[in-house]
């Protein structure tokens, strides 16, 4: 604004009501997804959304108050030093890297569609085998006392023992309670998978009891997972069979396999909820159905592909030597909610930025052809730049040592790479 020949006051304020307007819905999709974190019913992603999205509101209030209010005290700090020098402001040409790859889309707007979304379709198809877990000390690097602690035990005991099930007895109503904990001792070991039980530890009243279950595999096995459901699954029968005690299966592992299902299961419904409400809220905003619709399928594509790529790279181990990674295994449980919620924020503020700046140029009397092009030749070089800070932040999580920050930076870092460079810069136009 201050290019085309507006004062300092009158540039901020033009501003303030066209890309402030922007920033406020941008700023709101962004605290739906981090606030949509509180649907799952896991207290601390609930902390964790809230905190998160009161953030981005104190974000999007600075950016309307605070940054016009010191524009008032240092106008000029918005030029360039030559500009300053100079005394006058030279405009933007028509064209410039925005403009001109708005064009070449334009030109072929059916292959580069089919491309990217053939492209983002295949590195999505690992998903297919996701299983989530929680890697424990047998992710981490063989130079650690824990993962060599780990491996020891796996070698002397067995794989399974560095996951005991932990049972617990009620036998409050059993008749026999001590009669009763035996009964279930009995039936637990006898299924199969599991090599060994500990003797049952009753606690001063003699109504209560704990022992431990230990299964012949790893704590993040497939096969202990299915254990796990098996155990639970004949617990009735088990039950019947003591007249009175019931039991409760237990312990980190079966929180671990507990806490992926539940994250699993929620999954579905967070993304009706965060996806639903933005579509609403971009309706408001461009007066449009398809343009939503059109952003939730972008995101989705690369989601889907950015876990795919995970799927890849940490369960089956492709290119896993290249990041360090020295045991695959179950993907975090909670890593497909990060990945919703964080890159879902993201991509709406891209999807925002670019296409309010479409949208007003049209308004102002472009052509859709042209308007295209004027959203890419005035906001491509912000989401770029927003992009690739966002990518550098991530990226940086890559190299820890420890498994899950490692996993969860890879796929921050190529789902931002996946929305900010195919889905807003070729699928959009």
Same mark, same amino acid.
């Given at each position: 604004?201050?290019?085309?020949?507006?004062?300092?006051?009158?540039?901020?304020?033009?501003?303030?009501?066209?890309?402030?307007?922007?920033?406020?819905?941008?700023?709101?999709?962004?605290?739906?997804?981090?606030?949509?974190?509180?649907v799952i019913g896991i207290p601390m992603l609930t902390k964790m959304g809230l905190a998160a999205a009161g953030a981005v509101m104190i974000g999007v209030f600075i950016a309307l108050t605070l940054v016009p209010a010191l524009l008032g005290f240092?106008?000029?700090?918005?030029?360039?030093?030559?500009?300053?020098?100079?005394?006058?402001?030279?405009?933007?040409?028509?064209?410039?890297?925005?403009?001109?790859?708005?064009?070449?889309?334009?030109?072929?707007?059916?292959?580069?569609?089919?491309?990217?979304?053939?492209?983002?379709?295949?590195?999505?198809?690992?998903?297919?085998?996701?299983?989530?877990?929680?890697?424990?000390?047998?992710?981490?690097?063989?130079?650690?006392?824990?993962?060599?602690?780990?491996?020891?035990?796996?070698?002397?005991?067995?794989? &399974?023992?560095?996951?005991? !099930?932990?049972? /617990? %007895?009620?036998?409050?109503?059993?008749?026999?309670? @001590? +009669? #009763? *904990?035996?009964?279930?001792?009995?039936?637990?070991?006898?299924?199969?998978?599991?090599?060994?039980?500990?003797?049952?530890?009753?606690?001063?009243?003699?109504?209560?009891?704990?022992?431990?279950?230990?299964?012949?595999?790893?704590?993040?096995?497939?096969?202990?997972?299915?254990?796990?459901?098996?155990?639970?699954?004949?617990?009735p029968a088990t039950e019947a069979s003591t007249h009175g005690a019931s039991f409760e299966v237990t312990g980190t592992t079966a929180l671990n396999i507990d806490m992926a299902q539940k994250t699993q299961n929620a999954l579905i419904p967070y993304?009706?909820?965060?996806? &639903?409400?933005?579509?609403? !809220?971009?309706? /408001? %905003?461009?007066?449009?159905?398809?343009?939503?619709? @059109? +952003? #939730? *399928?972008?995101?989705?594509?690369?989601?889907?592909?950015?876990?795919?790529?995970?799927?890849?790279?940490?369960?089956?181990?492709?290119?896993?030597?290249?990041?360090?990674?020295?045991?695959?295994?179950?993907?975090?449980?909670?890593?497909?909610?990060?990945?919703?919620?964080?890159?879902?924020?993201?991509?709406?503020?891209?999807?925002?930025?670019?296409?309010?700046?479409?949208?007003?140029?049209?308004?102002?009397?472009?052509?859709?052809?042209?308007?295209?092009?004027?959203?890419?030749?005035?906001?491509?070089?912000?989401?770029?730049?927003?992009?690739?800070?966002?990518?550098?932040?991530?990226?940086?999580?890559?190299?820890?040592?420890?498994?899950?920050?490692?996993?969860?930076?890879?796929?921050?870092?190529?789902?931002?790479?996946?929305?900010?460079?195919?889905?807003?810069?070729?699928?959009?136009?």
């Open positions: 604004e201050r290019a085309k020949g507006h004062t300092p006051q009158e540039a901020a304020g033009l501003a303030t009501g066209t890309a402030g307007s922007a920033v406020v819905f941008a700023g709101l999709t962004v605290v739906i997804a981090l606030a949509g974190l509180s240092w106008p000029n700090a918005v030029l360039s030093r030559n500009a300053r020098k100079r005394g006058r402001i030279k405009e933007g040409g028509q064209n410039n890297g925005g403009s001109r790859w708005a064009r070449f889309v334009l030109r072929r707007p059916l292959p580069v569609l089919l491309l990217s979304v053939a492209g983002l379709g295949a590195l999505a198809v690992p998903v297919m085998d996701l299983q989530l877990g929680m890697p424990g000390d047998e992710a981490k690097p063989t130079s650690t006392t824990e993962r060599r602690a780990y491996d020891d035990l796996a070698k002397g005991f067995g794989p &399974g023992f560095n996951g005991p !099930l932990s049972i /617990v %007895v009620d036998a409050r109503g059993a008749t026999n309670p @001590k +009669a #009763a *904990v035996t009964t279930i001792e009995k039936k637990i070991k006898a299924t199969d998978g599991v090599v060994s039980v500990s003797p049952a530890r009753f606690n001063p009243a003699g109504d209560t009891a704990m022992f431990t279950a230990v299964p012949s595999t790893a704590p993040t096995d497939k096969k202990t997972q299915d254990l796990v459901k098996t155990i639970r699954n004949q617990r993304l009706i909820v965060v996806v &639903g409400l933005a579509i609403l !809220l971009l309706m /408001v %905003v461009f007066r449009s159905i398809l343009v939503p619709l @059109k +952003a #939730a *399928v972008g995101f989705l594509l690369s989601v889907l592909a950015a876990l795919g790529s995970v799927v890849a790279v940490f369960q089956w181990g492709w290119l896993a030597s290249l990041l360090g990674v020295e045991t695959t295994g179950p993907i975090m449980s909670l890593m497909p909610i990060f990945l919703v919620g964080i890159v879902f924020g993201l991509a709406m503020d891209y999807e925002v930025f670019l296409v309010a700046r479409m949208r007003e140029a049209y308004v102002h009397g472009d052509n859709p052809r042209q308007a295209v092009e004027s959203g890419f030749r005035h906001s491509a070089r912000v989401v770029v730049a927003a992009a690739l800070i966002m990518m550098a932040v991530f990226s940086g999580f890559i190299g820890a040592s420890e498994s899950m920050i490692k996993m969860i930076g890879f796929g921050l870092a190529i789902a931002v790479l996946f929305d900010a460079f195919i889905v807003r810069m070729a699928f959009v136009p």
